[in-house]
């Protein structure tokens, strides 16, 4: 029961700030309320007793990425667009997809309770090591994708550089 | 215990809001940070699953999808300085060269 009311309370919280991401007018906002979102993520990573991932949302997402929004937020300038309109001119046309796809993501997983149909299991008490078995099936079963990924982040590294370069010789 | 349904229902909810934000918002920056919205429902679907079928890959996954989210974050903010110094402004609907 404590559990349920603790997930009722940090899906409250994620669903409501991820709302007011997109209807805000300032664009510092959105990135405070952004980090308030990751947070309630990372609340509902440890509820499920992924207790890595919950570091890794913190440490990478509110550390590193937002740090990076909010610099390049105050590197462009933002007076101009508050002023502005805040929704683009095709807003009904976008939203009439949005509304299609959650109908379609709604009709499969309910489908007169026939769609996602998961049994209920009981939630096993949280194994000892959760770091430990992160890191074993990291480095034993998925060892060509961690390489993949560090040529990745280096490919995007490079990008990064040469595309916020002023001038190219 | 919570049933993995009401995760997986959360995680189409936060997916929704993202896809509403990339389709109706005008500032590139607000659309880079619903992509990121969407990255983050994916990734509460893979724990969620996760959980259920008592496997550590789905975390592993969610793993690789934040390393995504890292490199496409450091790419697009760079696209939108490169952007922003040539026509300063952040808006997406004039972003038009290929338009006539």
């Known amino acids: ?169 | 215990m919570i049933p993995a349904e009401y995760y997986i229902f959360l995680g189409s909810g936060l997916f929704t809001i993202g896809v509403i934000g990339v389709l109706t918002r005008r500032n590139i920056l607000i659309i880079l940070m619903s992509i990121e919205l969407i990255l983050n429902a994916v990734n509460i679907n893979l724990i969620a699953l996760s959980q259920y079928f008592r496997s550590v890959d789905g975390q592993v996954f969610a793993i690789f999808v934040i390393t995504d989210a890292a490199a496409e974050a450091a790419v697009g903010l760079g696209l939108i300085i490169a952007f922003f110094r040539n026509k300063e402004t952040v808006n997406a609907d004039q972003i038009d060269l290929l338009k006539w």
């Open chain 1, 1 to 169: 029961m404590l559990e349920l009311i603790t997930f009722a309370i940090l899906a409250a919280v994620t669903l409501g700030s991820a709302i007011l991401v997109i209807t805000r007018h300032n664009a510092i906002h959105s990135v405070i309320w952004l980090v308030v979102t990751l947070f309630g993520v990372a609340g509902i990573y440890l509820l499920q007793h992924a207790e890595f991932l919950f570091a890794v949302q913190i440490i990478l997402y509110v550390g590193g990425i937002m740090v990076l929004f909010l610099f390049v937020v105050m590197l462009v300038n933002i007076d101009v667009a508050i002023k502005q309109a805040r929704f683009a001119r095709q807003w009904q046309v976008g939203l009439l997809t949005a509304a299609i796809v959650l109908a379609e993501v709604g009709y499969a997983l309910y489908n007169r309770g026939h769609g996602l149909n998961l049994p209920a299991r009981p939630m096993v008490a949280a194994p000892a090591g959760n770091t430990q078995a992160v890191g074993m099936t990291l480095y034993q079963n998925y060892m060509l994708p961690v390489e993949i990924a560090s040529i990745l982040l280096l490919v995007a590294m490079l990008g990064a550089v040469i595309m916020a370069k002023r001038k190219l010789e």
